[in-house]
T-cell receptor, first 115, second 113 residues
Framework: DSGVTQTPKHLITATGQRVTLRCSPRSGDLSVYWYQQSLDQGLQFLIQYYNGEERAKGNILERFSAQQFPDLHSELNLSSLELGDSALYFC??????????????FGEGSWLTVV | GENVEQHPSTLSVQEGDSAVIKCTYS??????FPWYKQELGKGPQLIID?????GEKKDQRIAVTLNKTAKHFSLHITETQPEDSAVYFC????????????FGTGTSLTVIP
C-alpha cells in the first residue's frame, strides 16, 4: 500500500458526461500528480500540483481540469467525455516539489470506461 | 524536454534466468532514475532507484546501473521468479524541471516456470 488513495476504483459513464476523480496523497506529501494510462500505452503525465498551486502541465486536454484543495487532496475533472478517454487514471504524490531525487508514489488508479 | 526510451517492450525468460531492461535518456540534467513495477490492475510500485552520483545500486535480486556519460541506465533482475512477471517502467527526473518525471514506455516481463 503506497498510502495514496484514489476513488472511485471503477467508473462507467456515457459519452458527453462529466466525471470527477478524487485523490488523497500520502500523509505529509505536498505534491500531487495525475497520469493517464490507456491500453498499450505508457504513463502520460497530465498535470502536477504543489501545495494548492499548479506546477507543471503535460498532455492534458482542455476538457480536463484539476485542482488541489487546502487539505491537499486533489480532484481531476473530465468533461464532454469521449470513447477515447477510457483509461486508467493514476494519482501520485511526493513530499516536496523540485527536490532532486524525490520519488513519487502511485495510487491504485481509477478505471474509467466511457460507453 | 526529456525523452526516455525503454527496450525491450516485451521480454520472456525462464525461471531462474536473469532479465535486463535498458533505458536511455536525453536530458543531461536528469539526476534521478527510479524503476517501477506494475502488476495487472494495480498502480506502479517503486522497486529501486538510483541518483546521478552513484553508478550502481543493488537490493537483493534487483540491481540498477547508471552510465551518465552514455545517458543510459539498466535494471537487472537475477534468479527470476514467476512473481516477477509484470510491466516495468523506467523514469528520469531533473530537479530543474520541478521534479517532473518522464517515463519509458514499459517492458512486459514474463517469467516462464
Amino acid at each position: 500500500d503506497s498510502g495514496v488513495t484514489q476513488t472511485p476504483k471503477h467508473l462507467i459513464t456515457a459519452t458527453g458526461q462529466r466525471v470527477t476523480l478524487r485523490c488523497s496523497p500520502r500523509s505529509g506529501d505536498l505534491s500531487v500528480y495525475w497520469y493517464q494510462q490507456s491500453l498499450d500505452q505508457g504513463l502520460q503525465f497530465l498535470i502536477q500540483y504543489y501545495n494548492g498551486e499548479e506546477r507543471a502541465k503535460g498532455n492534458i486536454l482542455e476538457r480536463f481540469s484539476a485542482q488541489q484543495f487546502p487539505d491537499l487532496h486533489s480532484e481531476l475533472n473530465l468533461s464532454s467525455l469521449e470513447l477515447g478517454d477510457s483509461a486508467l487514471y493514476f494519482c501520485a504524490s511526493s513530499a516536496t516539489q523540485g527536490y532532486p531525487g524525490n520519488t513519487i508514489y502511485f495510487g491504485e488508479g481509477s478505471w474509467l470506461t466511457v460507453v | 524536454g526529456e525523452n526516455v526510451e525503454q527496450h525491450p517492450s516485451t521480454l520472456s525468460v525462464q525461471e531462474g534466468d536473469s532479465a535486463v531492461i535498458k533505458c536511455t535518456y536525453s536530458d543531461s540534467a536528469s539526476n534521478y532514475f527510479p524503476w517501477y513495477k506494475q502488476e495487472l490492475g494495480k498502480g506502479p510500485q517503486l522497486i529501486i532507484d538510483i541518483r546521478s552520483n552513484v553508478g550502481e545500486k543493488k537490493d537483493q535480486r534487483i540491481a540498477v546501473t547508471l552510465n551518465k556519460t552514455a545517458k543510459h541506465f539498466s535494471l537487472h533482475i537475477t534468479e527470476t521468479q514467476p512473481e516477477d512477471s509484470a510491466v516495468y517502467f523506467c523514469a528520469a527526473s531533473a530537479s530543474n524541471t520541478g521534479n517532473q518525471f518522464y517515463f519509458g514506455t514499459g517492458t512486459s516481463l514474463t517469467v516462464i516456470p
